[in-house]
């Protein structure tokens, strides 16, 4: 793990869109389709707003959430509405857009079905991860039900969240997708997730999901 500081939360959104820009153009030199994992969350945002005018074959990217909040689509707590708002906009409206949930339905009718969308786009070209102050990523939550099963090396791709702290159920990628994807950013802001970043590093995995995917991991901090 590496960990890369900027003078802002701006510098930083317009430096690491440029850095995912990059990683994914020699991606799709060498593969005909692109698998990029993002997160939702109030992090992304800006940094969508600037890698959404990349100049790429964005017709070969799949876009896709690392996890989702079964809400309908049209939600503000759509992690899918924010990725379609704020990068799939601009060029990056040509990319595919890969859900991890379908609207209506419950998260164990519809796993199978996406499962069947992810298996063919590992591994994941680029992913990015935001943290929570209480060391989740992605939906991988402390302490959730089936956190060691969504840990585990054979895991499938998707595990169903119902975390207490959370007000909805969410999909989420699992600990081998998300750690297993060639490229791995997180993203993080202030002095509160720096510390958790820094407990994390001595907790096990079922204390501290983020500390299962750090392995190659370049961090982005701004205060
Ligand atoms: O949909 C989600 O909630 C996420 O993917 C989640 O893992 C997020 O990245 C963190 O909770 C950080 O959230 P903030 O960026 O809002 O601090």
């Known amino acids: 793990m590496k960990i890369q500081e900027y003078a802002d939360r701006d510098m930083l959104a317009i430096d690491v869109a440029n850095v995912l820009a990059g990683e994914l153009e020699a991606a799709l030199l060498h593969n005909d389709v692109v698998a990029f994992a993002v997160p939702g969350g109030t992090t992304p945002g800006p940094i969508f707003d600037s890698l959404c005018a990349a100049d790429l074959e964005w017709e070969r990217v799949r876009v896709l959430p690392t996890d989702e909040r079964c809400v309908p ?7 899918e509405r924010l990725i379609r708002d704020r990068l799939l906009t601009n060029r990056a409206a040509a990319a595919d857009y890969v859900p991890l949930y379908i609207p209506g339905k419950t998260p164990e009718e519809v796993l199978p079905q996406i499962e069947a969308l992810i298996e063919p786009l590992r591994p994941l070209a680029v992913l990015v991860l935001g943290m929570g102050d209480d060391m989740h990523t992605a939906s991988l939550f402390p302490g959730m039900e089936g956190l060691a ?7 499938p ?11 909805e159920t969410r999909i989420t990628l699992t600990g081998p997708v998300l750690d297993g ?3 791995k950013h997180l993203v993080i802001y202030g002095e509160k997730k720096r510390a958790a ?3 994390a590093m001595s907790l096990p995995p079922e204390e501290a999901p983020i500390a299962a995917v750090l392995d190659g991991m370049t961090v982005h901090w701004a205060d």
């Open 73 to 79: 689509a049209d939600s503000d707590r759509s992690n």
């Open 149 to 155: 099963q969504a840990l585990a090396s054979n895991a």
């Open 157 to 167: 791709a998707l595990a169903v969240a119902r975390p207490q702290t959370q007000p």
């Open 181 to 183: 994807a060639l490229s």
């Open 197 to 199: 970043l820094e407990r």
